[in-house]
């Protein structure tokens, strides 16, 4: 077996490069770049920045393909904020997430008592549902 994990086509001059989803360990090649390109490397950098913030997870079609489920085409990332942080700042974020990782990042804020809410139905979606949890805060060594 050939050992290419990447496909190549030439069309006049031009050379067309694509990943060779094929290949026997293109996922586990994909889930190496995730882990040090992805949202959940990129978003703690950017969120952490930001004041006011207690918690945030990755949720929605996103989530749940990350954590194994089937889902059909992911168009955008969906990230949750807990607390009360200038709006200003997430809208920021988002188009910088969205540069970054080059796909749409829409957050969401709500607020800490609105996320212990068990019958506000958005939050109760969300709980639901796979979520990631972005760390924001570097855990100290023992």
């Known amino acids: 077996m050939k050992a290419a994990f990447l496909h190549?086509?030439?069309?006049g001059n031009s050379r067309l490069v694509r990943?060779?989803?094929?290949?026997p360990v293109f996922q586990q090649l994909a889930d190496i770049a995730l882990f040090g390109y992805g949202p959940l490397a990129i978003l703690p950098d950017i969120l952490s920045r930001i004041s006011g913030i207690?918690?945030?997870?990755?949720?929605?079609s996103w989530a749940a393909r990350y954590s194994g489920q089937a889902v059909g085409h992911v168009g955008d990332l969906d990230v949750a904020v807990i607390g009360h942080p200038p709006r200003r700042d997430l809208f920021q974020a988002a188009e910088q997430a969205s540069r970054r990782?080059?796909?749409?990042?829409?957050?969401?804020?709500?607020?800490?008592e609105q996320w212990e809410d068990e019958k506000d139905?958005?939050?109760?979606?969300?709980r639901s549902s796979p979520r990631l949890q972005i760390r924001l805060f570097e855990e100290e060594a023992p």
């Open 8 to 11: 190549e086509k030439r069309v």
């Open 19 to 23: 990943a060779a989803i094929d290949h």
């Open 54 to 60: 207690s918690d945030a997870f990755i949720f929605g």
């Open 101 to 112: 990782l080059k796909i749409e990042t829409n957050i969401q804020r709500i607020g800490p």
């Open 121 to 126: 139905p958005f939050v109760a979606s969300i």
